[in-house]
T-cell receptor, first 109, second 113 residues
Framework: RKEVEQDPGPFNVPEGATVAFNCTYSNSASQSFFWYRQDCRKEPKLLMSVYSSGNEDGRFTAQLNRASQYISLLIRDSKLSDSATYLCVADNYGQNFVFGPGTRLSVLP | GAGVSQSPSNKVTEKGKDVELRCDPISGHTALYWYRQRLGQGLEFLIYFQGNSAPDKSGLPSDRFSAERTGESVSTLTIQRTQQEDSAVYLC???????????FGSGTQLSVL
């Protein structure tokens, strides 16, 4: 079983749509969680950290459910510039950060 | 000001040659990570440093791969006797301390012919 799993995608949505990505992690001891975005042939860039209470940054909302070991990212009013691959990340406590395989999003005009 | 700097940005080498990849982390960041990303694939963990020591080398694919970090700053990833399957983007990231958010360099694209 992969340590971090994500919806495979791709997600093709029209501009203005709301889209949700899901992610599960296998290490119950994980403490730190993030969403990164990666544009084609570029390095990953931090989108947002994920906190237990849930957190919002503009059009983006992240949620964490520790009991289910599940993380989500919601994007509202999607823009063309949101097209990218979204990576879910969990720490493998005491070892390293594990990245999910990513979910590709294409926002269509 | 600086972000994470990696060099070279591109490296083309012949099979069997050794290569050295360099990473300059953000100043003051104590944790440094190396990942590999093959074309169309996800990020594969290689090694991380806390200070100058590497608590976790479990991701290094073979004994041809080694890494070191000096002065709690620059790190080098060395691949000996390169093989075609080593072709990938090698990404370095740093964080203020372990378990903090990662900041990535723009990577080194390695092509082994």
């Amino acid at each position: 079983r992969k340590e971090v799993e994500q919806d495979p995608g791709p997600f093709n949505v029209p501009e203005g749509a709301t889209v949700a990505f899901n992610c599960t992690y296998s290490n119950s001891a994980s403490q730190s969680f993030f969403w990164y975005r990666q544009d084609c042939r570029k390095e990953p860039k931090l989108l947002m950290s994920v906190y237990s209470s849930g957190n919002e940054d503009g059009r983006f909302t992240a949620q964490l459910n520790r009991a289910s070991q599940y993380i989500s990212l919601l994007i509202r009013d999607s823009k063309l510039s949101d097209s990218a691959t979204y990576l879910c990340v969990a720490d493998n406590y005491g070892q390293n950060f594990v990245f999910g395989p990513g979910t590709r999003l294409s926002v269509l005009p | 000001g600086a972000g994470v700097s990696q060099s070279p940005s591109n490296k083309v080498t012949e099979k069997g040659k050794d290569v050295e990849l360099r990473c300059d982390p953000i100043s003051g960041h104590t944790a440094l990570y190396w990942y590999r990303q093959r074309l169309g694939q996800g990020l594969e963990f290689l090694i991380y440093f806390q200070g100058n020591s590497a608590p976790d080398k479990s991701g290094l694919p073979s004994d041809r791969f080694s890494a070191e970090r000096t002065g709690e700053s620059v790190s080098t990833l060395t691949i000996q006797r390169t093989q075609q399957e080593d072709s990938a983007v090698y990404l370095c990231a740093s964080s203020l301390t372990f378990n903090e958010k990662l900041f990535f360099g723009s990577g080194t694209q390695l092509s082994v012919l």
